[in-house]
């Protein structure tokens, strides 16, 4: 039996604990709590500060920590009947079981990308990968001079929701070499540089003719937006893992 849900009255706005507020990201979505209708900051924290008294009495905890916490956050949302968004990427294997023994107690939502355009972004990838028979596939992203981890896990995601419309895809990571593309291989490229908030783009190249689905963003607001939206959406489920396709409505392939 897990934690009981810290409750809402008809008024009351949900409180929200941000994690690793002092970060781009974190920064963010404080700002724009400012002037939410549903919810409102209860508590920002990095990694100095102590969680559990941070975390007592929030509806949602929203975790954009790097490198990721979840193996310490995760088991204080469980106890507390918090709800659990977390942004972070690069999870460790630890991280991912907190997560699912969290989810039994708490709902808990993990998403290596909360913005709603990249969401609607991978099912357009599932459904042309699907369809595109044959065609290769391969993935370019680029990012701020800042941005440690490459490929980084949007690309990574898109990937997995092109193996979910053509599963015989395998990752390749990176290209290089002097080898031949394989059948079905699937590749990785990664620029960093300026202060460019995030682009992706999936290419499908045929013969004579090439697809290409991309994504841009223009300001970092799109994250924390996305991440305001999931916590609204997630603290009204039961216990359970979830992710932005549950958010969107997309029905699993």
Same mark, same amino acid.
């Given at each position: 039996?897990?934690?009981? *849900?810290?409750t809402?009255?008809?008024?009351?706005?949900?409180?929200?604990?941000?994690?690793?507020? *002092?970060g781009?990201?974190?920064?963010?979505?404080?700002?724009l709590l400012?002037?939410? *209708?549903?919810?409102?900051? +209860?508590?920002?924290?990095?990694?100095?500060?102590?969680?559990?008294?941070?975390?007592?009495?929030?509806?949602?905890?929203?975790?954009?920590?790097?490198?990721?916490?979840?193996?310490?956050?995760?088991?204080?949302?469980?106890?507390?009947?918090?709800?659990?968004?977390?942004?972070?990427?690069?999870?460790?294997?630890?991280?991912?079981?907190?997560?699912d023994?969290?989810?039994?107690?708490?709902?808990?939502?993990?998403?290596?990308?909360?913005?709603?355009g990249?969401?609607?972004?991978?099912?357009?990838?599932?459904?042309?990968?699907?369809?595109?028979?044959g065609?290769?596939?391969?993935?370019?992203?680029?990012?701020?001079?800042?941005?440690?981890?490459?490929?980084?896990?949007?690309?990574?995601?898109?990937g997995?929701?092109?193996?979910?419309?053509?599963?015989?895809?395998?990752?390749a990571?990176?290209?290089?070499?002097?080898?031949?593309?394989a059948?079905?291989?699937?590749?990785?490229?990664?620029?960093?540089? +300026?202060?460019?908030?995030?682009?992706?783009?999936?290419?499908?190249?045929?013969?004579?003719?090439?697809?290409e689905?991309?994504?841009?963003?223009?300001?970092?607001?799109?994250?924390?937006?996305? *991440?305001?939206?999931?916590?609204?959406?997630?603290?009204k489920?039961?216990a359970? $893992?979830?992710?932005m $396709?549950?958010?969107? +409505?997309?029905?699993?392939?």
């Amino acid at each position: 039996m897990g934690a009981k *849900a810290n409750t809402l009255t008809v008024s009351e706005r949900a409180k929200v604990v941000v994690v690793g507020a *002092a970060g781009r990201m974190g920064r963010r979505v404080v700002s724009l709590l400012a002037d939410h *209708a549903t919810l409102t900051l +209860g508590r920002a924290f990095d990694r100095d500060d102590d969680p559990e008294a941070a975390i007592a009495g929030s509806h949602v905890v929203i975790d954009f920590a790097a490198p990721a916490v979840s193996a310490r956050i995760a088991p204080i949302c469980a106890r507390q009947g918090t709800a659990y968004l977390v942004a972070s990427t690069a999870l460790t294997r630890d991280d991912e079981t907190a997560l699912d023994l969290a989810s039994q107690s708490v709902p808990v939502l993990q998403a290596a990308n909360l913005s709603i355009g990249v969401n609607v972004l991978a099912e357009l990838v599932s459904d042309a990968a699907a369809r595109l028979a044959g065609f290769d596939v391969e993935i370019a992203e680029i990012h701020h001079r800042h941005k440690r981890d490459a490929p980084s896990g949007t690309a990574l995601a898109l990937g997995a929701a092109a193996r979910r419309g053509r599963p015989t895809l395998k990752d390749a990571l990176a290209r290089q070499g002097n080898a031949v593309r394989a059948d079905d291989e699937m590749a990785y490229a990664a620029m960093r540089g +300026g202060d460019v908030a995030g682009e992706h783009t999936v290419y499908f190249f045929g013969e004579g003719e090439r697809v290409e689905l991309t994504h841009r963003a223009t300001t970092p607001d799109i994250f924390a937006r996305g *991440a305001l939206i999931a916590a609204a959406w997630l603290i009204k489920k039961p216990a359970g $893992r979830y992710t932005m $396709r549950d958010v969107l +409505g997309f029905t699993a392939r």
